[in-house]
Nanobody
Framework: QVQLVESGGGLVQAGDSLRLACAAS????????MAWFRQTPGKDREFVAA???????YYVDSVRGRFTISRDNAEATVYLQMNSLKPEDTAVYYC??????????????????WGQGTQVTVSS
């Protein structure tokens, strides 16, 4: 069982930066593929970025070049550095984990464990 706890959300202005963190429990963090999703009211959860157990990364087009996903296996933490934030980035951001030594997926059903979410609000 893996427990995920997100932190780092908040209220910022357009153009600002935020760094989200997701701390994981368990001793097998390094073998998991980790991802960030986001959700706004009335919409489906949207894939944002993922990093595989062997450090392959993938981003949705709308954040590529502005967001960076990274992981620190020693700290069992995955990060999402968000730069040049836009009002349309406003959402609840969720951390997710899947499998052991599995690849990246954009689909939320592929992920086994989820955090509780952290709110990011970007004002114009």
């Amino acid at each position: 069982q893996v427990q995920l706890v997100e932190s780092g959300g908040g209220l910022v202005q357009a153009g600002d930066s935020l760094r989200l963190a997701c701390a994981a429990s368990g001793r097998t963090f390094s073998s998991y593929t980790m991802a960030w999703f986001r959700q706004t009211p009335g919409k489906d959860r949207e894939f944002v970025a993922a990093i595989s157990w062997n450090n392959v990364t993938y981003y949705v087009d709308s954040v590529r070049g502005r967001f960076t996903i990274s992981r620190d296996n020693a700290e069992a933490t995955v990060y999402l550095q968000m730069n040049s934030l836009k009002p349309e980035d406003t959402a609840v951001y969720y951390c997710a984990a899947r499998g052991r030594q599995t690849g990246i997926s954009r689909y939320q059903n592929a992920y086994d464990y989820w955090g509780q979410g952290t709110q990011v609000t970007v004002s114009s």
